[in-house]
């Protein structure tokens, strides 16, 4: 009789642990995609951002059309780059990384020869797309932050006893944080 | 010797700048010890006048449509990025109401001559980027130039007010009347108990001598008594004969009472109250509420 109560509170006891470990696991990984789905709408924003300035760039400076043209086929390679949060590898992460890295990139170039045209500078709503773009390039750097933080909290769940052996049995993988890019998704430096 | 004063100068020289340089930790909040100060003026960059009119503005701006400003005008931040120090100033404190995220953050550094204006979450879309931009480039832009910052900074809220009141969605903060009454209320309940409780004791004190210990009724009355005085001392002794009007028992009460600080049981239920009240007066600082910013906003510099 005893030995059959010692049981009987051990599997109890494994289970309220197991529930709570097991939820607060869940919870953290939805913040983990939360903040990803963050991460892709600023991005996303930024796509929507670049039409707009390329066409006003263009009324000014039409022969820079290189420049204009890399623009844009960065940014339709990289809208074409989307990655579901269930799948976040670090293979997946590294290919969308590298194609918003070139969007960056190429407006980096297109701002710096901007500072060749007065007259666009003087624009009114060419300031107004600039100070769009940058705001979403704070945007970019803050919700990148934010994604890190959520994993960084999760995957420190994971790995600590005893929640490592549950995220075993329920199969909670480590994510991938972003890593810090030499250049690559750098904001470009948009000066006033 | 000419070395150690040219040492010497240049040591009071850093921290004379050091003094001026503000990091998001010591930049001073009034707002935390007043709710009506919404505007950090460490430097005094700003008059007075105007520092008066922001914060009526930004009160008023608060109480209709919940939208929690720090405005702050330095001479210098450390590392001279208006919009990292606004981003850490935000996270820090939370500026804003949580349900929608409305904290607003505008900063002047003179002395870096930049300026950033830094909208929470909720409130990128009654400002956008775009707006914020436009605000700077002709509100505050021409005033900068001159250095002229009361103007720079009035005409700057005065314009952010009026796409602020264009926008009802944005619901004045029912907490800012409510703990306006609650501190009221705490008050006048302080008060209340801090009176209760010096007549408490004066109405105590008057029983306990009206006690006739013969026949344990309470039925004692003063018929004479005389003061003595030692001026030495401080004290006033006082020598009450009492008559039970029941038992026609007599008892006589010495009792001495210091002339600095009156009777005893008042001067305790008097601090007491002060006390209270002194309670009741700190709830009139403001506290922020956990909004969140995304980095929406502009910045720029001049």
Sequence with gaps: MKTLKAILVAVMATFALTSCTYNTLVEQEEGVTRAWADVEAQYQRRADLIPNLVNTVKGYAAHESETLEAVVNARTKATQ????????????????????????????????????????KANEQFSELQAQLEGTENRIAESRRLYNEAVQTYNTSVRKFPNNIWAMIFSFDKKTPFAAEAGAAKAPEVQF | MRRTLTFLISVIATVVLMAATYTPDNLPIPYLQDRTQYVSNPDGLLSQTAVDSLNLWLGEMEKTHGVQTVLAVVERIEGGETYDFCMALGRKYGIGRKEQNSGLIILLSTGDRAYTILTGRGLEGT????????????????????????????????????????????????????????????????????????????????????????????????????????????????????????????????????????????????????????????????????????????????
């Excluded at chain 1, 997946?92 to 960056?104: H, I, R």
């Excluded at chain 2, 008050?187 to 209760?196: E, K, T, V």
């Design chain 1, 81 to 120: 780059i989307t990655v579901d949060p269930e799948n976040l590898t670090p293979e997946k992460l590294q290919e969308f990384q590298a194609a918003q890295g070139e969007v960056s990139q190429a407006l980096g170039r297109l701002i710096a020869i901007t500072e060749n045209y007065p007259d666009l």
């Design chain 2, 127 to 302: 400002l956008p980027d775009a707006i914020c931009k436009r605000i700077e480039n002709y509100q505050m832009l021409p005033a900068l130039r001159e250095g002229d910052w009361d103007t720079a900074m009035l005409n700057a809220v005065r314009a952010i007010t009026t796409y602020v009141d264009g926008d009802d969605s944005l619901v004045g903060s029912s907490d800012f009347d409510d703990s306006d009454t609650g501190a009221l209320i705490g008050f006048i309940i302080c008060m209340a108990l801090g009176l209760g409780i010096i007549f408490f004791a004066l109405w105590y004190d008057e029983r306990r001598k009206s006690y006739c210990p013969s026949c344990k009724q309470y039925k004692m009355k003063k018929i004479s008594g005389y003061t003595t005085r030692n001026k030495r001392l401080g004290i006033r002794t006082h020598h009450d004969t009492y008559r039970c009007s029941h038992c026609y028992f007599t008892k006589e009460l010495h009792w001495d009472e210091n002339l600095n600080s009156g009777n005893g049981a008042a001067a305790a239920g008097g601090a007491l109250g002060g006390s209270f009240f002194g309670g009741g007066g700190r709830s009139f600082g403001g506290s922020f509420g956990g909004g969140s910013f995304g980095g929406g906003g502009a910045s720029g510099r001049f």
